[in-house]
């Protein structure tokens, strides 16, 4: 017979196999259980391999956007505008923001991709705000075409026609 420590803190006893708690705080088992498959679902190495190759790296134009996030040159970028900003998001003042975004996206002007004026720190919120924001201005994102709207830079504008296009859908 295998047995292993009870995982439940602070107590010493022995858990059979395939059990991970002892009788006393068998009621946990299903819990913990549940928790280990939720983990795995959100690791799952099939998964991720296929974010990768279809999803990400669709296309040999975004094999290279992505690549260009794994340079030294993007890594120097990026700390800079975090200096820059002091990890504060540009578009609604939240602290402790560590994301940085390029404010006209890559797809819908390749040029301005290490262009420092051209990023901006952003919070997670505000990124998936403006994430869709850009799917519907631009056309970008996966299955989308191309608009070629005018590109705005101006933050503040941005957040104007972010939040218009929250209030309607």
């Known amino acids: 017979m295998r047995v292993r420590r009870c995982r439940y803190t602070g107590c010493h006893a022995m858990a059979e196999f395939p059990n991970h708690y002892c009788k006393q705080h068998m009621e946990h088992e299903a819990e913990y259980i549940a928790s280990r498959q939720k983990w795995s679902n959100q690791h799952n190495k099939q998964r991720q391999h296929r974010y990768n190759t279809v999803t990400r790296n669709r296309n040999d134009t975004k094999r290279e956007q992505y690549n260009f996030y794994r340079t030294r040159q993007w890594a120097h970028l990026r700390q800079q505008v975090l200096d820059r900003d002091h990890y504060i998001c540009q578009y609604c003042g939240a602290i402790n ?64 026609l972010m939040n218009k296009n929250q209030k309607n859908e």
């Open 97 to 160: 923001s560590k994301t940085v975004d390029h404010i006209v996206p890559i797809e819908a002007d390749s040029k301005r991709k290490a262009d420092i004026n051209n990023l901006a720190t952003i919070c997670r919120r505000c990124h998936y705000t403006k994430t869709q924001w850009e799917q519907s201005y631009y056309g970008t994102g996966r299955g989308n075409i191309l608009t070629g709207a005018e590109p705005v830079v101006d933050i503040h504008k941005i957040v104007f």
